[in-house]
């Protein structure tokens, strides 16, 4: 049984094959903007070929037959993708519960602990990553296997910790009306972070894209340093406000590859002041353990190892 793998983000989508359950192989890499739909990039993708079934993850919620992805132009329906395809079944889910359902078949090379801890194996555990937009879902473990729960987290309101962050939600606010957690933790946030800090320390560094801040940090501009820096606390702050609204004693996972390529400049002290940060429920915290999974394309692992049938 060969099965088709999607992982359908906002820039880009990622393809694979599923042989009998195996692992993904044949990865591809293919950009949003270069097709019409995500028919249009399966057929580029499969080239000719065929595949029994399909499990695509989309950066977007997944509510009926109608897919609208959130930051991206791509529309499609569930049943008529399958029929284009000429597919047994097309199971769509959200990408962060393709993350999700990747951890158990993670390894530890593909982990790197930022902070150690406790987990509670009874507990759910969250996972976390910013890209194009910020993904979350949670794992709750049930005795016939890990039940994966889909999460629009990413939305909650943006809650200042201090008087820069207060600021910056003021200058948000202006340009976007509510303001998301989303709005600065994933790859556009982390840019206009960037330019705030650039325009308010009196930097001349230029930042046009997220690459850029990230640069200017390696390169020693101190505002694009900053702004990497409160990127992480935002995202540390964003996980303990998630991580408490379920008590997820099982663990946090931070995804994705804007950490990732992060490398040295993601900054694991600034992401566990936010994360700890709690006031009376700090404790809460504290035995909950932070770590980032390291792996490239979970979303296709995660994919491949999905049970379908399942909610």
Known sequence: MIRLLGDLGGTNARFALSVDGGPPQEERKLPVADHSGVVEAAHTYLAGRAADEAVFAVATPVRGDHIAFTNNNWRFSIREAEAALALRRLTVINDFVAQAAS????????????????????????????????GVAFIQPEPGGPRILPSEGGHISFAPQDALQAEILASLRAEHGHVSAERLVSGPGLLALGRFLVAKRGSAFRCDRPEDVAR???????????????????????????????????????????????????????????????GRFETVLRPIPVIQVVRPHTGLVGAAAFRTGLT
């Open 103 to 134: 951890i158990p078949a993670l390894s530890g090379g593909d982990l790197r602990p930022l902070k150690p801890g406790e987990p509670h194996p009874g507990q759910p555990s969250l996972v976390i990553g910013p890209g194009t937009g910020l």
């Open 216 to 278: 200017g940090a390696e390169q020693g501009d101190a505002a694009c340093a900053e702004a990497v820096r409160l990127f992480c606390s935002i995202l540390g702050a964003t996980a303990g406000s998630l991580a408490l609204a379920l008590l997820t004693g099982g663990g946090v996972y931070v995804m994705g590859g804007l950490c990732r390529n992060l490398g040295p400049l993601l900054d694991p002290a600034a992401l566990l002041d936010g994360f700890h940060a709690k």
